[in-house]
């Protein structure tokens, strides 16, 4: 998910992060949250830890993807 964040501040948001609590009001901030509550609600868990061994790690990417494509579609 950490890739989403990078894309999603990228194309949406800003690349400046000197003031955290601005930016988690912020348009990308509620995208970030959003992307975070999909992923975790989908496959339980955001901790590579916790996900390792269930499914190849190639499907959380994968998902991770998709999850990315569907937010940042306009």
């Known amino acids: 998910m950490v890739g989403n964040y990078l894309v999603a501040n990228a194309l949406k948001g800003t690349l400046e992060i000197t003031d955290p609590a601005k930016y988690r009001e ?6 970030h949250a959003a992307m975070t509550q999909e992923f975790e609600q989908s496959y339980g868990s955001l901790y ?12 959380y990417v ?4 998709e999850i990315l494509e569907g937010n940042l579609v306009d």
Do not use: I, Q, V, Y
């Open 62 to 65: 994968r998902a991770a993807l």
């Open 48 to 59: 590579c830890k916790e996900l390792f061994g269930k499914r190849p790690c190639s499907d």
């Open 26 to 31: 912020a348009d990308t901030g509620k995208l």
